[in-house]
């Protein structure tokens, strides 16, 4: 399901900032090489997320789900000096790829990839966290927003992708684990007095959950 008109999603994309020569790249090899490339945020969700890391400034961001990695190094660009971005992935078979774009990139050194379970690894993390952003397996997105909540920064951030669907979250005929697990959460978060939310239809469904 497409949200907005492709012609003012290209519009958009031309009145803002462009990809680096890298992100460019990135996207080019991720749709030759890797199954399920649309998997990856994109120029305007990667300039989204890249704003909001720049108005935060954070010193520690945790990505939940790497994938090919052009999430994490739109949100490194926002990092404060001598900062550090923790991303975690489950696909080993992706790690060699990955890290080679990560190894190019001016924030090379600031990235913490590990190849983990995120619901195993995240109790190990110590806080505060400043912002976190989630795109990994939706019928666990509940329980990672469990684990990172406590760890959270007084007025941080958690986004969380992909939590419209494809407009999946609206159709009441779709019943399979995914859209229901994303129903529960959208749910959940919606009601929890501890956050501010706000869901924005960006790409596939954006909600940036703001704790208090």
């Not at 890797?34 to 997320?49: A, C, T």
């Not at 939940?64 to 739109?74: D, Q, V």
């Not at 939590?163 to 009441?172: A, M, N, P, Q």
Request: hydrophobic share 40%; glycine share 6%; net charge negative.
């Amino acid at each position: 399901m497409e949200f907005i008109d492709e012609g003012i999603e290209e519009y958009a994309r031309l009145h803002s900032e462009p990809e680096n020569d890298l992100l460019k790249e990135l996207v080019r090899e991720t749709h030759a090489m890797v199954l399920q490339p649309r998997m990856l945020s994109g120029h305007l969700q990667g300039r989204f997320l890249s704003f909001i890391a720049k108005v935060y400034q954070p010193s520690l961001i945790l990505e939940i789900g790497t994938y090919t990695g052009y999430s994490a190094l739109c949100l490194a660009e926002g990092l404060q000096q001598g900062g550090r971005l923790i991303t975690i992935d489950v696909n080993e078979e992706l790690e060699s790829f990955t890290r080679s774009f990560f190894d190019r990139s001016p924030f090379k050194d600031q990235f913490d990839y590990r190849i983990k379970d995120a619901a195993v690894e995240i109790p190990f993390i110590a806080g505060p966290i400043d912002l976190v952003f989630i795109d990994a397996d939706k019928r666990n997105y509940a329980l990672y927003f469990d684990l990172v909540i406590d760890k959270m920064k007084p007025g941080g951030l958690i986004l969380v992708d992909n939590v419209l669907w494809s407009g999946k979250i609206i159709d009441e005929a779709a019943k399979d684990k995914s859209t229901e697990a994303l129903r529960d959460f959208n749910s959940k978060v919606a009601s929890d007095s501890r956050i501010e939310p706000l869901l924005l239809p960006i790409r596939d469904g954006l909600f940036l959950l703001r704790v208090l």
